[in-house]
């Protein structure tokens, strides 16, 4: 009752926000590119710092925007509701964060602090659109515009009539979690120019300081410059401005041109920073940024192509790309420099060629927690070298540190989460051809993680270098993870440990099963069976044990809160689900099919009411919760006990329900994570999933009834044989959800399941789709 009374005040306050521009002006639907049909805006009224980011490219070193909330990683950055703009910030990353600027007219202010100099605006006149944000500062009558290269960012301001311009660089103000606690600027007027840095204070995630390196060059000469330190504006114009609690200003007199600005940026040095501006933004000319930004975009979006369906579907499929390929940041320099973090000092090293001459970017990333079933499965198809990129990085980071990463940040290990969700994401590249990075290193790495000592053993934020807090010990001897092991961190979950290294273990068993390491993958493949360790047959749920070995007391399915005791960010109710490597065998444990698909579609319908989701932090409390990762898999189980049409018919109420809303106010529900939950959409939206990632040797996709009439994956001839995938979808309504049949180049198909490799060698998929299910076909799988 009371959800029910918050959904209706939410949708009676949106009737009465205005309406940003997010997609191009007079383009009509037929001719839209891919990238006109993105808008940036939706959901963003749950934003969270690494969320949102209109001025970027794909996988941006720059992530230029507006910020209207600037304190803590949830709910920061740009909030739709907000009302004020209280800085323009250059990095939305993983726990970094940094150079903040804002242009202002009047007094100087900027020593008193963002409340001081923040300023009210409208969406009525604002423009968000991919690689392009422009926004009216109301307090001063700014017209402020926002683009961006790779690593520069580039604004474009245009002050009122007759008042003098400035522009604060404020290298004082906290953003996100990050204090800063060092900074040093120079100014040099000759040049039109400041260079300096700034660095970022270390957060309970990301254990050491990082530096911000940067150099800002204007297009007219500034008129005046000066700054603040301890909250006092300082006499003359300095040289030189040396924090901490500095910042600095640059004044233009009153003209009616506008003032353009380059912001480059590098982890690496001022040197860094300079090579990347001279690389990336030679010249002054701000529209032909904007348009090369939207081109750049488009080519990535435009690897996956539409017809039919929907004005808004196609709205929301292309937004859900767009997140996939834009929260993931590269933090290497133009020539391949990037800063190495993981031991006592730092230390600038190069990006790896690999063995066929390639320079992948590095890159900084959450954790690939849960991305088995979004990410893992659909940067291969259409962007492989993406994926193969990251694949790279994390082999870097194994040679430099000793450990392959779960989300590194400035360089550093953060070990966020669970576990090493970075093997499903290794052994899906594998095993879909993607295979430039060292393979036999990274398996050293993956090895390494498996057993006590590794990067399993850290409990979520557990830095000391001898953690143990993941468990290894007793997980190696036991056989599963058990509640109230000593340590330190957080997520000290041991059923969820357990269940998630059980499915790490058998996709490192497909790993070595693909290297001819047959001990190995025996090994593994045992260890993977773990999960039975927590199947307490008379609840028929998994069920954490205590150090003792018994069940633990006043267990229950679902709870109230974050997590029930054992379980990570849910409860025994999704985690049950979480054996994605061996389907049959917990089917099995149920007592057979029908008693599974009973309790799951129950679930289901009593989730429905709900929308399939609980409100964030509340994860403990749902029968699902597509609002987080770990129920991301639990309606393609129906496909393998026999009744794929309740797979098709839950995929699309969940897509529906929780997916579908192209509003500022819903439509990804919170916890996005850095494309996790776009990619999960688009996957959804086109039909295709892979209940264990396509971590498997022989990797197999699952489908379900797409909402567009025909898809087009257009395929990358360095890695696949074949030039295009086509999906088409006969009798394509809202209504027909149901696969009636099926065929795969031509001939019959009468699994729910194809070979990956039959999509990456090209061809076309045909499906009928109709109102009511076919309970015949696709009952059989692999």
Known sequence: MMKSSVMVLIIV???GLAPCQCQTAGASAASRRPVEWVKPVIDTVHSRWIFFSSACRPFGMVNLSPDTTTKGDWGSGYLYTDKTIRCFSHIHDWQLAGLAVMPVSGNCSGHLGMDSYQSDFSHDDEVVQAGYHKVVLNKYGITAELTSTTRVGFHRYRFSPGQVGRVLIDTASPLMDCSMIASEVKFHPDKKELEGFVTLSKTMRRPKPVTVYFVIQFNRPFDACGGWKDGKLLAGQPAEIIGPNAGEFVEFKPSDEPVLMKVAISYTRIEGARKNLNAELAHWDFDRVRRESADEWNSWLGRIEVQGGTDDQKTKFYTDLWHALL?????????????????????????????????????????????????????????????????????????????????????????VMIGDPAVSFFAAACHLGIRSWDIQKAYEGLRKNAFPGGIRDHAGYEHDAK???????????????????????????????????????????????????????????????????????????????????????????????????????????????????????????????????????????????????????????????????????????????????????????????????????????????????????ALASMGLFALDGCASADPHYEITCPIFDTITIHLNPKYHPGKTFVIKTKNNAKENLYIQSAKLNGKDLNTFQFPCRALTAGGTLEIVAGPDPNKQWGVSGK
């Open 13 to 15: 306050f949106f009737v």
């Open 327 to 415: 929260g993931r940041r590269m933090v290497s320099d133009v020539d391949g420099s990037y800063i190495d973090n993981t031991g006592s000092s730092p230390m600038i090293r190069r990006v790896t060629p690999t063995a066929s001459g390639d320079l992948f970017p590095h890159y900084g990333f959450d954790a690939w927690w849960g991305s088995h079933w979004n990410l893992n499965i659909l940067w291969p198809m259409a962007w492989p070298e993406v994926m193969d990129g990251f694949c790279t990085t994390m082999v870097d980071m194994y040679r430099n540190g000793g450990l392959i990463p779960r989300g590194p940040s400035g360089g550093n290990y953060t070990f």
């Open 467 to 681: 953690a143990s807090a993941g468990g290894m010990s007793y997980y190696v001897q036991r056989g599963y993870v058990p509640e109230g092991i000593p340590g330190k961190g957080m997520h000290r979950d041991g059923a969820s440990m357990t269940l998630e290294y059980a499915y790490q273990d058998w996709c490192l068993a497909q790993l070595a099963l693909s290297l001819g390491k047959t001990q190995d993958a025996e090994l593994f493949t045992k260890r993977s069976q773990n999960y039975r360790h927590l199947w307490n047959p008379e609840s028929s749920w998994m069920h954490p044990r205590t150090l003792d070995g018994d069940w633990i007391a006043d267990f229950s399915p679902i709870g109230s809160g974050s997590s029930t005791r054992g379980f990570t960010e849910a409860n025994s109710a999704i985690y049950t689900y979480f054996v994605p490597q061996d389907p049959q065998g917990l089917i099995a444990l149920f007592g057979g099919a029908d008693p599974f698909i009973r309790r799951l579609d129950t679930q289901f319908s009593k989730a429905r009411p709900f929308r399939f989701i609980v409100p964030h932090g509340k994860h403990a409390e749902g029968w699902t919760d597509y609002e987080n990762q770990p129920s991301l898999g639990m309606a393609y189980w129906f496909s393998y006990a026999g009744s794929p049409w309740l797979t098709q018919q839950w995929v699309r109420c969940i897509h529906d329900a929780a997916f579908s809303d192209v509003s500022p106010m819903a439509g990804y529900n919170g916890d996005e994570d850095q494309g996790q939950m776009g990619a999960y959409s």
